[in-house]
Nanobody
Framework: QVQLQESGPGLVKPSQTLSLTCTVS??????????WSWIRQPPGKGLEWMGV???????SYSPSLKSRTSISRDTSKNQFSLQLSSVTPEDTAVYYC??????????????????????WGQGTQVTVSS
């Protein structure tokens, strides 16, 4: 059974960088052909996909967040991480890491669909406030 656990600060000041880590157990993040995403849910809103890192380390980002988002991984620790720069209160949300069981790419661009996600972390609340 694959398990994902998010970790990181629950409070970030405006203009700073939000950093979260997802630790995966019960399966390797380098196993073909899974992909690993960060997804968030602002209060009162739906899920928003932020970006993904594939089993091969290839990354893809939401166009609306691409300029501020970076996803990386540490294969020795079986972890992948999110960095979101220049945060504002609008970035306040519950942040989830999750596994895409059958990622799809079109012309090299990742196509997000929540239906393909089979394992999720419990989520971590991040509040952006001074």
């Amino acid at each position: 059974q694959v398990q994902l656990q998010e970790s990181g600060p629950g409070l970030v000041k405006p203009s700073q960088t939000l950093s979260l880590t997802c630790t995966v157990s019960g399966g390797s993040i380098t196993t073909s052909y899974y992909a690993w995403s960060w997804i968030r849910q602002p209060p009162g809103k739906g899920l928003e996909w932020m970006g993904v890192i594939g089993y091969d380390g290839r990354t893809s980002y939401s166009p609306s967040l691409k300029s501020r988002t970076s996803i990386s991984r540490d294969t020795s620790k079986n972890q992948f991480s999110l960095q979101l720069s220049s945060v504002t209160p609008e970035d306040t949300a519950v942040y989830y890491c999750a596994r895409d069981s059958s990622p799809e790419y079109y012309s090299g661009t990742y196509y997000y669909s929540p239906d393909r996600y089979d394992f999720w972390g419990q989520g971590t609340q991040v509040t952006v406030s001074s």
